[in-house]
DNA sequence: ACATTTCTGTTGTTTTTACAACAAAAGGAA
DNA sequence: TTCCTTTTGTTGTAAAAACAACAGAAATGT
């Protein structure tokens, strides 16, 4: 646990918290720390969430496998990132989704159920975490809102220029990079990786928008 | 108020307190009533959120314009629902999406602000009101997650399948009630209402689902 | 009951996308 | 460097969806 001491006191989860706070509720917590390798699945659809995942080190996919076969990726997830926390307040609810280890990671856990339940109205520092909960949860709602945004254009075309636009936005230039490699872009927006290509080199040609890799310049006041 | 007290006191918001916790809260809140007729904008796309709106009565679409005029809807809301809750937890964010109202709505708005700022640790309710909007932001960001899944399908078909096995999930049975007309589902799974009149259709006469209307039977396990 | 409006279903045509197969470029490892 | 692997770009074809236009059904108002 000491190892990652500061990791774990400058996530957002913990946000503001003194030392002596921050080792209270650990202790409350029952925090524990877990390793995962890449393809390990974290939560399986179907168990219940009674416990707070934060992502010390490692990517995770949220996940959604449909019935026939094709699966859909929901959300990336990185560094400081909290897995399915949405699922943890609805108690009881079954997880509709998966989290699947896409490169080894360590997983600080938190057993929320236990911890709210002893200490709604002691611990001290509980209002602190709920109310630093609650603006995750927020941020976390506004990109689910972004991504619904992205795949709802009606072509490739609309797709990437809202998203390179979104990008550029929140870059605060038209010059950006973005996170993702091309498949997992096609994957994002939802559709096929060629003929995103395809009409990536076609904005690129009409002057809409210039890349090189995982560099772009958006050219347009989209 | 009074007339809608009842109202208030059985909004998930205000969930499990008491009269005179209730009464204190809104005091604290500096609560007011507002009506907006159908086709009034609540919220627009710019505006800084610093209130929480719930709706007593009426509906709201929650609404993004792309910059090449096509609107998306991204959310519908109704009686209980609150407004760009998300917004109000990252402090001093613009809004980026629209609330417009659809059918005359009466609103409850608080001042979210002013009170955290006050009684943060002062007034002993903040914290049940703060775990209530979590629970509510929670099952927000599920039904969000619920609906990307539903358009990341590749075919009108999966799309159609997907939701309605998660309806069918949601109501516990293979018979239910959805809450769209043909128009809104169209927009909702982000397709074309005749494209998809013609497949619910297809896959009645295939014998996967029947329906009248807006009752449906899903004959097959999806 | 009748007229009018709204909602839903059907069909043909055009446009867009997915898919497959391959080419070119970039990045790593020996 | 060279070989190999991974990523990205290109093209033709087949499939799917959007679109438009209309017909029939259901709901609404008078």
Redesign the interface.
Same mark, same amino acid.
């Given at each position: 646990m000491q190892k990652y001491y500061q990791k774990i006191k400058n996530s957002p989860i913990f946000y503001g918290m003194a030392d002596f706070e921050l080792d209270r509720m650990l202790e409350c917590f029952r925090a524990v720390i877990k390793h995962y390798e890449a393809g390990d699945t974290i939560i399986r659809s179907g168990d219940i969430i009674t416990k707070i995942y934060l992502i010390l080190e490692g990517d995770v996919n949220?996940e959604?496998d449909?019935?026939?076969g094709?699966r #859909?990726i #929901?959300q990336k997830l990185h560094e400081n990132n909290n897995i399915a @926390?949405? @699922?943890?307040? !609805?108690k009881n609810?079954e997880s509709? #989704?998966n989290a699947v280890c896409t490169k080894d990671a360590t997983i600080l856990i938190l057993n929320y159920e236990k911890c709210s339940a002893m200490c709604q109205?002691a611990c001290m520092h509980h209002?602190a975490f709920?109310?630093n909960?609650?603006?995750i949860?927020?941020?976390?709602?506004?990109e @689910? #809102?972004?991504?619904?945004?992205n795949?709802?254009?009606?072509s490739i075309r609309?797709k990437l220029?809202?998203y390179l !636009?979104n990008e550029s936005q929140k870059n605060k230039s038209n010059m950006f990079e973005i996170q993702f490699n091309r498949q997992e872009l096609a994957d994002y927006l939802?559709i096929d990786r060629s003929a995103m290509s395809f009409e990536l080199s076609k904005l690129k040609q009409e002057g809409f928008i210039n890349y090189k890799k995982n560099k772009f310049i958006l050219k347009v006041q989209?």
């Open positions: 949220i959604k449909s019935y026939w094709r #859909i #929901i @926390l949405s @699922l943890v307040a !609805s609810t509709n #989704i109205n209002g709920i109310r909960m609650f603006k949860l927020s941020k976390e709602n506004v @689910l #809102i972004e991504k619904i945004e795949i709802s254009q009606k609309d220029l809202t !636009s939802n989209v």
